[in-house]
């Protein structure tokens, strides 16, 4: 990337927000203060669309957002999603036959209505918002393919290696789905083929005029890495996975110590 890039992409957790999912005063300032100059601020996250709160509370206005691992772009100010490529029940129903084939034990939830809702098997771990009333438990399989899916979430039986049980899942689904994680546990998140954060920020910059080669990107799990490798400049925090360390352009400091902001700081100069 030649000179100031025309649009900054961040991954949320465990990127801008400290590890207690706090914004700093500092980051929420940079950020401002880019969007004021002109530039657009996008967030990129596998979150969905509901758990977004958290953190437009500490901004100074809501940034547009790239949810579920890029299959859902929404627009905050209008509370409307642009865009959605959802796995269609059809395509659900033929990979979860084949997790539960080959991965005898896994429990799974999916996220609908545009990750507004989510519906999960009754032995599925709640481990951030279980008492969400978007949040229930279906009483039969069968009601996991009621909808088309804007994410599948299977989460391993016992203790497992993210990056190993990823890579099973991905091998189970292959040809069918894509499956990333974002986690330290073993929870995979599953998206529809050509699903990831790369294709849903490119298919908003294509939108706004904004070229790949133009834009700033930053990220810390191998969620990421599709969309740090389509950016222009990709930009790795120093906590983050090895897989996103090895094709990062440069390194920040961690997100415990403000290092998007630091770098922005950097890039686009500090009031």
């Not at 005063?25 to 979150?47: E, K, N, Q, W, Y």
């Not at 080959?102 to 545009?114: Q, R």
């Not at 438990?137 to 804007?150: F, Q």
């Not at 950016?231 to 090895?246: E, I, K, Q, T, Y």
């Amino acid at each position: 990337m030649d000179g100031t890039p025309r649009l900054v992409a961040s991954d949320i957790d465990g990127t801008l927000l400290r590890d207690d999912r706090t914004l700093s005063a500092r980051t929420a300032a940079v950020l401002a203060r880019i969007s004021a100059r002109g530039t657009p601020v996008v967030l990129v996250t596998g979150r969905p669309i509901r758990w977004l709160k958290l953190v437009y509370d500490q901004l100074a206005e809501p940034l547009p957002a790239v949810c579920a691992n890029g299959a859902v772009v929404y627009d905050p100010v209008n509370d409307e999603v642009l865009r959605a490529d959802p796995l269609a029940p059809e395509l659900l129903a033929e990979v979860i036959r084949r997790l539960r084939a080959e991965l005898p034990g896994v429990s799974l939830a999916v996220e609908i209505v545009d990750g507004r809702q989510m519906r999960h098997e009754a032995h599925y771990p709640l481990r951030w918002d279980a008492d969400d009333e978007a949040i229930r438990a279906v009483e039969t399989a069968e009601e996991l393919l009621s909808m088309p899916a804007v994410k599948l979430l299977a989460r391993a039986a016992g203790e497992q290696d993210p990056d190993r049980f990823t890579q099973l899942v991905a091998t189970a689904i292959a040809g069918l789905a894509e499956a990333t994680h974002s986690s330290r546990s073993g929870l995979v998140e599953i998206s529809a083929a050509g699903v990831t954060k790369a294709a849903g920020l490119a298919w908003y910059c294509h939108r706004i005029g904004v070229d790949a080669a133009d834009v700033l990107a930053f990220g810390d799990m191998p969620n990421d890495v599709p969309m740090l490798t389509w950016a222009g400049r990709a930009v790795a925090v120093a906590n983050g996975h090895p897989a996103v360390l090895a094709i990062a352009d440069e390194v920040a400091s961690a997100n415990s110590t403000d290092g998007v902001a630091a770098y922005l700081e950097k890039v686009f100069g500090a009031d």
